[in-house]
Structures are given as structure tokens and as C-alpha cells.
């Protein structure tokens, strides 16, 4: 096993900078599956966050693969993101040269089939993965390409499961497409 320790840097400002250090090493995800991080008190928390983790693919019927583990982090910690099978993998990749564009495809079409994940598929030319499989809309700016989770009430989100016009409603998707707020700024418009 291996262990990566770090401290306290600030009294005055202990807990901020104990979760800073936290956030950057797990975000450097130094610990995954062999290793042990020693920060204070946030042991216990990394390994919950990696059990947790292992337990939601066995729960799924899914065997936690090393690869499978990174991919579902990542996807964790990229919530915001909704990135593509070709970003995931050139992150992934700097940390698991072994790691296959195929490989990280199937897993995500495995995620998706078990509920882990969703495809989003606003652009017409390529699937996003999303993290957040509760039902809700997406923005894609047309100016930059982000797509962005957008809080719009639905009124048919309410009847998931129900029959309307005589069809079972299972999934509902809800794209809308113009210029995100940053855009907007940045280009004076």
C-alpha cells in the first residue's frame, strides 16, 4: 500500500486550507483503489468515497474494474462538464496509457444501460455523458459549444411512467440551444 499524507498550512484559515489540499489531492486521485491518503480527519471520507463508489457498479451488476472505477470518477467529478467518449479518454489516458477509446465506449454504454450515466445528444453529431440521470433540460450555446444544465419546470416531467395521448412516457429530454451567459459577456452581445 501506499501512503500519501499532507497538513495543515494555516491556522487561521484551517478548514478552507484542510479543503483545498483535500480537493487537489483527491482531485489528483493519488489514492484510488491500493493507495491510502493520511489528511487529518478526511480518511474516512476517501474511503467512503471510493467504497461507494466500488459498491455502485456491484450493486449495478457491474465488476469494479480499475478502468471502470477511473471512469466513473471522473464522470463524478465532471458533472458540470457533460463530456464526450473523446475527452474522457484523453484525460484518462495521462494516468492509464493502457486505457483504450473502445474501453472507455463500452463502459460508458454499460454506465448507460444501468442507469449510471445518460447520453445527451443535443448537438445531433456527438454523445455528451452525463452524471446526473434525474430528469432535466440541457443548454447548448451555440457561440462556444458547452452544454449546461438548465432548472426549467417541466410540466410533463410529472407524468414519467404515465400514459399521454395513449404513450407511456419513460424518458423526457428537454434541449434548448442560443448564447450562455458567459458568451453573452464576453462578447458584448
Known amino acids: 500500500m501506499n501512503f500519501q499524507s499532507c497538513s495543515e498550512q494555516s491556522s487561521e484559515n484551517s478548514t478552507g486550507t484542510r479543503a483545498l489540499i483535500f480537493k487537489n489531492l483527491f482531485l489528483s486521485k493519488f ?99 452525463d452524471f446526473n440521470t434525474e430528469s432535466h433540460h440541457h443548454f447548448l450555446c451555440k457561440k462556444c459549444g458547452q452544454i449546461k444544465d438548465i432548472d426549467i419546470p417541466c410540466s410533463l416531467a410529472a407524468k414519467k411512467g404515465e400514459l399521454v395521448d395513449g404513450h407511456r412516457l419513460e424518458e423526457i429530454h428537454g434541449y434548448f440551444k442560443g448564447t450562455c451567459r458567459d458568451c453573452l459577456e464576453r462578447f458584448k452581445i
Not at 53 to 59: A, D, M, Q, R, Y
Not at 89 to 109: C, G
Not at 120 to 129: A, F, L, M, P
Open 31 to 129: 489514492f484510488l483503489d491500493r493507495d491510502i491518503l493520511i489528511c487529518n480527519n478526511y480518511i474516512l471520507v476517501i474511503l467512503t468515497m471510493i467504497e461507494t463508489i466500488k459498491n455502485t457498479l456491484k450493486e449495478k451488476g457491474i465488476k469494479p474494474t480499475y478502468q471502470r472505477l477511473k471512469i466513473l470518477d471522473y464522470m463524478s467529478q465532471n458533472i458540470r462538464n457533460h463530456p464526450t467518449v473523446e475527452m474522457i479518454y484523453a484525460e484518462l489516458a495521462k494516468d492509464i496509457p493502457t486505457i483504450s477509446m473502445t474501453t472507455v465506449y463500452n463502459t460508458l454504454s454499460t454506465f448507460i444501460e444501468k442507469g449510471l450515466v445518460c447520453g445527451v445528444t443535443i448537438t445531433g453529431t456527438e454523445v455528451r455523458y
